[in-house]
C-alpha cells in the first residue's frame, strides 16, 4: 500500500465469517472520512468461503485493503499478534468479521475526539446486540455491563470488570507493545488484557452512542464453550496486568484502590492454577498493597462467608 500513512488502521480478525463478512467490510467502507484509513484483515485459514469474500474485497479497494491469509490456523489471539503488527494507522479500530458498524461516522467521531483529548488513549460506545439473521434482540449481559461503563481513569474499573465493548474500540497505537507475551498461550481473548495495558497508562473516553452491531449466535467467541472452558486461564491474564502494574503505574493509588489489588492478589495466590514461581512473584510485592490490620480482615471475611458454604456438608450449609 502506497502512502500516505493511514490516520486509522482497521484491524479485522475473521474465520469462518462467510455468512456475514460483506456487511462488516461494507460497514467499514462507508465510513465518512476526511483522513487516510486502512482495513487490515487477518483472515484465519477458514474453512468455508470467507478467505474468497475477503480476496474478491481486496482486488476491489486494493488501495484500502491489506489483507493476510494464512496457510494455516492461528487461533484468535494468535491472529491477532500477526495482524496488528501490520497496521500502521496512528490510532487502531477494532472489528470481527461477524459484527458491523451502523454509524458512518464512527471512525471520524473518535479520532477527533482522541485529537482533541491528547490524555485519553482508548474511547469506546455503545452498541446493540443482534441475533444471527441480524435482528436487535435484548441482551441482559449487555445491559448488566451499560451500568458499569466509565470514562476518565478506569484502569481499577477495569481490573473488576470488564466494560468495553471490542467492536466500537479506537485506541491511540504507541500505548500498547503489539509484541507477543510469553504467556499468550494461556490466554482465550487479547482485548480486555490491551484495554487494560491502555488505562494503565492513559484515560479512557467514552461516547454516548450506540455505532455497531455485536451480533450474537453460536459459532460466536463470546458463546462458545472453549471460551468457558478456557476462562480459569485468566489466572495468567490478571498475573501479568498485577506484575506489570507493579513495574508501571506511577501514580499514588487510593486506600480502596489497594483493596482492589491486595484482593486479586490474594485470589492469584490461593487459586490452583499458576506456578510457584508466579506465585512468588506475588508474594514479594504482596506488602506494598497492604491495606491496613482493619481492611485485610474485612478481605478474608469476605472470602470465607462465600467460600465457606462449598466446605460445609450439603444439609449444614444448607440450614437456615
Not at 495468567?236 to 487510593?254: A, Q, W
Request: glycine residues 4%.
Amino acid at each position: 500500500m502506497s502512502d500516505p500513512q493511514p490516520m486509522v488502521s482497521v484491524i479485522l480478525i475473521t474465520y469462518n465469517h462467510g455468512p456475514f463478512i460483506s456487511e462488516t467490510l461494507d460497514s467499514i467502507l462507508r465510513q465518512e472520512v476526511d483522513f487516510p484509513y486502512e482495513i487490515v484483515i487477518g483472515e484465519d485459514c477458514s474453512p468455508d468461503n470467507t478467505l474468497e469474500i475477503c480476496e474478491a474485497y481486496a482486488r476491489r479497494y486494493p488501495d484500502r485493503i491489506r489483507l493476510l491469509p494464512s496457510d494455516r490456523n492461528w487461533g484468535m489471539v494468535n491472529n491477532y499478534f500477526r495482524t496488528i503488527t501490520e497496521c500502521r494507522g496512528k490510532y487502531v479500530a477494532f472489528i470481527d468479521g461477524d459484527d458491523y458498524w451502523t454509524d458512518p461516522l464512527k471512525l471520524a467521531r473518535q479520532v477527533d475526539f482522541l485529537e482533541r483529548n491528547p490524555e485519553y488513549g482508548l474511547v469506546y460506545t455503545d452498541i446493540e446486540t443482534i441475533s444471527m439473521d441480524g435482528q436487535v434482540i435484548r441482551d441482559e449481559a449487555l445491559e448488566r455491563r451499560r451500568k458499569l461503563y466509565r470514562q476518565g481513569e478506569v484502569f481499577f474499573d477495569l481490573f473488576k470488570e470488564n466494560f468495553i465493548n471490542t467492536c466500537t474500540v479506537m485506541v491511540a497505537h504507541d500505548l500498547f507493545v503489539p509484541a507477543k507475551a510469553k504467556w499468550n498461550k494461556y490466554w482465550f481473548t487479547y482485548d480486555y488484557w490491551l484495554w487494560m495495558l491502555v488505562a494503565m497508562r492513559a484515560k479512557v473516553g467514552y461516547l454516548p452512542l450506540k455505532t455497531a452491531h455485536y451480533r450474537k449466535h453460536p459459532g460466536g467467541v463470546t458463546n462458545s464453550t472453549v471460551v468457558t472452558r478456557n476462562k480459569k486461564r485468566t489466572y495468567y491474564l490478571f498475573h501479568h496486568i498485577v506484575t506489570l502494574f507493579d513495574k508501571r503505574y506511577g501514580k499514588p493509588i487510593s486506600e480502596t484502590e489497594k483493596m482492589i489489588l491486595f484482593r486479586k492478589m490474594l485470589s492469584l495466590l490461593y487459586r490452583r492454577q499458576g506456578t510457584w514461581e508466579m506465585k512468588r512473584q506475588i508474594l514479594a510485592i504482596l506488602p506494598k498493597y497492604n491495606p491496613g490490620v482493619y481492611n485485610t480482615f474485612r478481605i478474608f471475611v469476605g472470602k470465607m462467608k462465600r467460600r465457606l458454604p462449598a466446605f460445609l456438608p450439603r444439609t449444614i450449609a444448607s440450614q437456615p
